[in-house]
């Protein structure tokens, strides 16, 4: 016996939700971990009480890496990433079909992210970065996970749009 469709949207609608507030906490985390490593920056350049730290620069980037993606991330979730009204205001169906389509176009990118992403992190897999010496897949993971991340948002969006499409809800 199987859980009716309602119920199982619920329970997708859910970790979609989960997973939304996880990445927001981590994009939290992240620009208030990226403040470590610049402020040493800052204050090395500029006085003599700090050494020159040369780890600060690789962990400054990867941070700022990561917090752009999951920032994307979120952004694709939130539909404000990506969208650009220049339509006035439509009745729903039609708004829908609209939706719908930019929704394919930022899927097409999606699936481009995920596809060449993994290739990309395959090609960093067993590198290390030259100075902080931090394995570069887990900068390029980024990439992957954005993608495969933006298709779940977008399949949870295009659901949506393509009830309110076909069944006039909202």
């Known amino acids: 016996m199987t859980a009716s469709p309602a119920i199982e949207r619920g329970a997708w609608r859910r ?96 699936v481009v992210f995920l596809w060449f992403g993994i290739e990309f992190t395959q090609f960093g897999w067993n590198r290390i970065s030259e100075l902080a010496e931090l394995p570069l897949w887990m900068i390029h993971i980024a990439w992957p996970i954005a993608g495969l991340t933006w298709i779940v948002f977008l399949g949870e969006q295009m659901v949506d749009q393509w009830r309110v499409l076909v069944g006039g809800a909202r």
């Open 15 to 110: 970790f979609t939700d989960a997973y939304a507030k996880l990445l927001s906490h981590l994009l939290s985390l992240s620009v208030l971990v990226l403040v470590f490593p610049v402020t040493l920056q800052i204050f090395s350049r500029f006085t003599d009480l700090l050494p020159h730290y040369i780890w600060t620069e690789e962990m400054a980037r990867l941070l700022f890496v990561w917090m752009v993606m999951i920032g994307a991330m979120l952004g694709v979730r939130e539909s404000a990433h990506f969208i650009v009204d220049v339509w006035p205001r439509m009745s729903p169906r039609p708004s829908a079909a609209l939706n719908l389509v930019a929704s394919l176009a930022v899927l097409v990118l999606a």
